[in-house]
């Protein structure tokens, strides 16, 4: 805490801003559990199959506020929005939680290393294949140990690569918007153009 | 918003990487048929209703009376082929070794189907989610 207060001296960022800094990052919280919520409740052929609207909160909270703020959101996401929903604990929360930490962190260093030539939409889709993935090795560690379900990637990666552009879109133009709001993206890099 | 403007969104970069990345995931498709389990009954359909069921693991022939003629059929080491159809194109010769539910033998003017079903049942359930 002493270091991130030091970092935010020299940052120029105030108390104000860090209560507008915590105050937003509540609302983005908010918001990804909402879209978890509700996107549980969008019908599916497969229970696997998600388009991951929650991960546009994810994605805007990147450029904003930083990688552990992501990582924060998407955590707080996973665990509430699996105790509105009723799986916390359950299978489905562990494979949630395990591939959407992997998919963030994935994010935040193609962010980080790639915001250049990426927009959101090649950090989403990054993030789609790795949530895709570690999903499907979650369910062959604890669940089907047959090596015959990882043959069913190529099908899951396909709609990862639709699903990862669609919410790229949507986190590019929420992100847009936010940015004038949030006013904290001095010092915090550069944006998806 | 236009599509176009969306398309505006995305840098270069981006575009690279989802063909790139698309690339790669329509060449992993053809992985996924090799490596489905491996059936040892097949169910031999004539006009669409099953008249007979084999076992791949025993070697041997048998005929199967078609809607033109007779078709005989080899089994060899856990997988069955067509030797013989009365049928002008032979197609469901040239179609060669089969084992795998989702490659059949089909013998279109005989109307025969050769249905490699899979080993835990045709309708067998892998998993259940919660």
New interface residues.
């Given amino acids: 805490m002493v270091n991130r207060a030091a970092n935010n001296q020299v940052r120029g960022i105030s108390r104000e801003s860090r209560t507008r800094e915590t105050v937003f990052l509540a609302l983005l919280g908010t918001f990804a559990i909402v879209l978890h919520t509700v996107e549980a409740a969008i019908p599916s052929p497969l ?1 696997w199959i998600k388009i991951g609207l929650a991960n546009v909160i994810t994605l805007v909270t990147i450029p904003l506020f930083g990688g552990g703020a992501a990582l924060a959101v998407t955590i707080v996401r996973v665990v509430v929005g699996s105790m509105i929903t009723g ?1 916390f604990l ?3 929360f562990i494979i949630s939680l395990f591939a959407g930490i992997a998919a963030t962190l994935a994010m935040i260093v193609t962010f980080r290393y ?1 915001s250049r ?3 959101l ?2 950090v989403s ?2 993030g789609a ?1 790795i949530h895709s993935f570690v999903q499907v090795a979650v369910v062959y560690l604890l ?2 140990r ?10 899951f ?2 709609l990862s ?1 639709l699903m990862g ?1 669609a919410t ?2 949507a986190a ?2 929420l992100e847009k918007k936010l940015a004038d709001v949030v006013q904290v993206h001095a010092s915090l890099g550069v944006r ?2 | 918003m236009k599509p176009m403007d969306l398309f505006r969104l995305t840098t270069w970069g981006d575009r690279l990487l989802v063909v790139i990345l698309a690339v790669i995931t329509l060449a992993a498709f053809p992985l996924v048929g090799a490596g489905t389990r491996q059936s040892d009954i097949v169910i031999i359909e004539v006009d669409g209703k099953p008249v007979k069921k084999v076992s791949l693991k025993n070697d041997g022939q048998f005929t199967i009376h078609g809607v033109i003629g007779d078709a005989v059929f080899e089994v060899k080491e856990g997988k069955v082929h067509a030797e013989s159809a009365p049928c002008s194109n032979k197609v469901c010769i040239h179609q060669g070794w089969t084992n795998m539910p989702w490659k059949l033998l089909v013998c279109i003017p005989n109307k025969v189907v050769v249905r490699p079903v899979d080993a835990g049942g045709a309708n067998g359930v892998d998993a259940v989610t919660w």
Avoid: A, D, M
């Fill in positions: 229970p799986t359950g299978p489905s790639f030539k990426l927009s939409v090649g889709v990054i294949y669940l089907i047959h090596k015959e379900i990882f043959y069913i990637l190529p099908f990666l396909s690569l552009l790229g879109l590019i133009l998806g153009r």
